[in-house]
């Protein structure tokens, strides 16, 4: 390998890096990864995060947000793809 080829990251590191830069823009934490997959222009996190901090703690609102990262594992993007209060079930 070239010492100009960019350095692979590991699913790990991956999750890191748009863990991070996720948190820093929006100054929301991330709760959870409830997924992670490469896709043909990179890779793709589905991240929960708290939205609506509420008493009791099941009735607060989380959200699903998308993020992205190109294929040298860069911060792309994110968008919110869902909201829902966190003691609603999918069936």
């Known amino acids: 390998m070239s010492e100009d080829a960019p350095k692979r990251r590991s699913p790990a590191e991956l999750m890191r890096v748009a863990r991070a830069e996720f948190e820093e823009l929006t100054g929301r934490t991330i709760e959870a990864v409830s997924a992670f997959a490469k896709t043909d222009h990179g890779w793709e996190l589905n991240v929960e995060v708290v939205e609506l901090a509420r008493i009791p703690d099941t ?29 609603q079930i999918e069936l």
């Open 59 to 87: 009735t607060s609102v989380l959200a699903t947000y998308r993020v992205l990262l190109d294929s040298d594992g860069e911060f792309g993007g994110y968008e919110r793809v869902r909201r829902y209060a966190r003691g």
